[in-house]
């Protein structure tokens, strides 16, 4: 006991507290009735496994708790885009008469073709 | 494929599909166009003339010829600016440049669902998050919301980009219950620019909307005026682009400021005198525009251009190409000049707006064969012209002072002047002063309209907007020559095929010019201005008076593209009254609602790499937002002792704890059973042996 309390002792598990309720403030934007359920059954948990892992500090433990006992998310994810229904964006044809009648004129090859016409 | 559900209702009530069937063409049309027609006409004729006097005088020479030639071609550049400013003052002088717009929200349930598209890239992904809230929040209130739905289109290629994009939208999603209402996607390969952002949009959720409207990552707009929008194209079916006229606001830097001035007191004149003549054949300028979705699919996408040039073949300034083919196609473009409510912000320092300025330069440029191109219209032919006339002035500018330095490479001794006898020299100085007149009396026309109208409270008052018109007017000048010197670069770098990079835009003004950035930048257009100083004051003399003005600005480029690049320096003239706008002295909801949200945002700073990696609820939201290693590091990170924290995430989690004690402060104290604070060992104890 003297050995938990020395190493991991006041200041250890007020950080512990601390980084739990920091954590499912900054999820939930505040803390509620259900949050503060999750806090007493994490901090709970914490102490009971520091029995078997004493060397463990006490915000690794509480917080493992804490993402244990985190009820998964049940919601279905939000869907980043809307179903898609494809549709065909085709350029119409554009003739350019002049540059035509100019390349045919002088038959001007300033740039060779890349093979892409 | 599906067919657009929309097309099929439009093609029942008789609108286009096919090219040529437009509908009857207003009477008052023709007229305006041909009153336009000849003032520029009678104003070009003016200046030619005198210009002929001149060099008649001296006989016709190659050089004369071609001075005469390209001056008359400057000339109805300025003159189609001064007619159009003109015919704006004319309109405005009988009513408000923006009367009021409607209000009844009784149709609100009859109108189409429209996606409201945001093309991002590498953006300050906060800011463009904070203007996507504004206007959802605004429309909410108005009770528009669920006639709206949100794209982001994110093209960014900086992966940390890409997560805080991802991250805000969750966030975002989250905090105003956006689900299923604003999304967002990624494009891996942004293929083809901005123009293939808006393009793969289309095909693959275009069809299912009947209305598009295109912002940039700087854009914001009212609920009234997005509800406007889509009113007006309900009311007219023939519209298939309707432009609104965007106010600069949230300058910082003397530089966006005085823009921010400029686009307000004078821009009404031009956007309406633009209206005046060109009416249902207007441009669409690539955002703040609404875009009858089923006509753009299926007429505007942008087609190659002939062969490989050295400008590319691709059209990178795809506004003008994309009404081009709207109206080709029978449909109208029309500019909405009397809407308020939509804003874009301005570069902040001289350097970005240059930048902006070459993305710009090359896309004009590449207008050239959609210019001559078979079955566009007349005026739209002249949008192309104008566009790629606007930046190839410079050279041409150039290439006039350089004939004139050659001209008179030899002439008389400066007591004599630049023309030998009087008359001449006076026709010459009556010339220079009929240009100078043109340039800078739309801006005294803009000046006595506000204050005729009673407007000029909206400026800071009306010595205020006077001094700052002054202002802006002598930075205009001494800037001149700079611009003429990167455009006429720009035209240059663009047909030698120097590609223009894509690059985002710095739109907030956070960092102000540095001396260093500005000696590098502007330090061979101040050697050029040294040089051409001392050449034409020691070979040509009398015509180093004529230069003077122009190697003035280019010798003071770096001191004050520095000074106007300084953020305190806005903000001083602003608490002096100093380049005020309406939009500032009454501002509207939706921009006040922006100011809070930036405020925030500069109190509590983008959510970064840390921030990103511990926010809980991005953790918990969506495996789609965050990869593997950003979740083990997000519970490492958790499950650490402070003391075994790097500092980095140290500090984000301070922030956080800093967030939780506020809450606490305002008294919201968390209290459960087994939470407790331990003062002392003695308590801790204690609460060990109770258990």
Known sequence: MNQTISSHGVREWNEAQRRAETYLRALHGTIGPADRTLLVDALAKARRLRGRESSAHPVTLVMESLFDLLPPETAAPVAMTPPMQRVAMIPEKTEFPFHDAMRRLFNLKLFPSAGVQ | ?691
Request: with cysteine.
């Open chain 2, 1 to 691: 494929m599906n067919e657009f559900p929309s097309s099929a209702g439009e093609r029942a009530i008789g609108f286009p599909g096919v090219v040529g069937q437009v509908g009857p063409v207003p009477q008052t049309r023709d007229q305006h166009r041909w009153a336009f027609t000849v003032l520029i006409g009678l104003l070009t004729l003016l200046a030619a003339t005198f210009e002929w006097g001149l060099f008649a005088a001296e006989g016709w020479t190659l050089l004369n010829l071609l001075l005469f030639g390209l001056f008359t071609l400057l000339f109805t550049y300025v003159a189609i600016g001064f007619a159009q400013a003109f015919f704006g003052f004319l309109i405005l002088s009988d009513r408000h440049p923006y009367p009021a717009t409607e209000a009844s929200n009784e149709d609100l349930p009859l109108l189409p669902l429209t996606a409201i598209v945001l093309p991002v890239y590498n953006e300050d992904v906060g800011a463009v998050f904070a203007r996507l809230q504004v206007m959802s929040d605004a429309l909410k209130s108005s009770g528009a919301l669920d006639h709206f739905h949100f794209f982001i289109l994110s093209d960014s290629t900086d992966q940390e980009k890409v997560f805080e994009e991802k991250l805000y939208w969750g966030r975002l999603v989250t905090e105003v219950d956006g689900a299923n209402r604003i999304f967002y996607r990624h494009r891996k390969l942004p293929l083809n620019r901005k123009s293939g952002n808006i393009a793969d949009f289309c095909r693959r959720w275009g069809n299912q909307y009947r209305y598009m409207i295109c912002l940039d990552a700087d854009s914001l707009m009212s609920a009234t005026t997005l509800v406007a929008l889509v009113r007006r194209m309900e009311d007219s079916h023939r519209i298939g682009i309707l432009q609104t006229v965007p106010q600069a606001i949230n300058g910082r830097t003397i530089w966006s400021r005085l823009q921010q001035f400029s686009m307000s007191l004078y821009g009404p004149l031009f956007a309406t005198g633009a209206n005046f003549w060109q009416q249902e054949e207007s441009n669409f300028w690539g955002h703040n525009a609404i875009i009858r979705l089923a006509p753009f699919i299926q007429h505007c996408a942008l087609p190659d251009l002939p062969r490989r040039s050295a400008i590319g073949r691709r059209p990178m300034s795809h506004d003008f190409v994309e009404a081009a083919l709207m109206r080709r196609a029978g449909w109208e473009v029309r500019l909405a000049d009397d809407l308020r409510g939509s804003y874009e912000e301005t570069p902040p320092t001289v350097i970005e707006h240059l930048k902006r300025d070459r993305r710009w330069c090359q896309g004009n440029l590449q207008h050239w064969p959609l210019a001559l191109a078979r079955g566009f219209r007349p005026v739209t032919r002249f949008h192309f012209l104008h566009g790629i006339f606007s930046f190839l002035a410079s050279p041409l500018l150039a290439l006039v002072l350089l004939l004139g330095f050659l001209k008179n490479l030899g002439t008389s001794p400066l007591s004599e002047g630049l023309y030998a006898d009087a008359a001449r020299a006076h026709i010459a100085i009556l010339l220079f002063g009929f240009t100078m007149l043109l340039l800078v009396l739309p801006k005294f026309l803009a000046l006595a309209l506000a204050l005729r109208r009673g407007r000029a409270h909206e400026f800071g008052g009306a010595w205020k907007m006077i001094a700052s018109a002054l202002l802006e007017m002598a930075v205009s000048i001494l800037l001149a020559p700079v611009f003429l010197y990167f455009h006429a670069k720009f035209v240059l770098f663009s047909l030698l095929g120097k590609n223009v990079e894509w690059h985002a835009q710095r739109r907030n003004s956070g960092d102000a010019l540095d001396w260093r950035e500005a000696g590098k930048v502007f330090g061979l257009p101040t050697l050029l201005g040294l040089a051409a100083g001392l050449v034409t004051w020691w070979l040509t003399p009398a015509y180093f008076f004529w230069l003077l003005p122009i190697v003035l600005g280019w010798l003071v480029v770096i001191p004050l593209t520095v000074c106007i690049a300084d953020p305190r320096g806005g903000l001083q003239l602003q608490k002096a009254g100093l380049f005020l706008v309406p939009d500032e002295v009454a501002p509207p909801t939706e921009v006040r609602a922006l100011r809070r949200a930036v405020g925030v945002r500069v109190r509590h700073p983008n959510i970064d790499l840390p921030a990103g990696v511990i926010d809980p609820v991005a953790y918990r939201q969506s495996t789609s937002l965050t990869t593997n290693e950003r979740f083990r590091l997000h519970r490492q990170v958790w499950t650490t002792p402070a003391t075994n924290l790097a500092p980095v995430w140290r500090q984000e989690l301070a922030r956080l704890e800093m967030r939780a004690v506020s809450h606490e402060v305002r008294g919201e104290i968390v209290a459960y059973p087994g939470r407790q604070r331990f003062r002392s060992r003695q308590d801790f104890e204690r609460a060990e042996a109770s258990e």
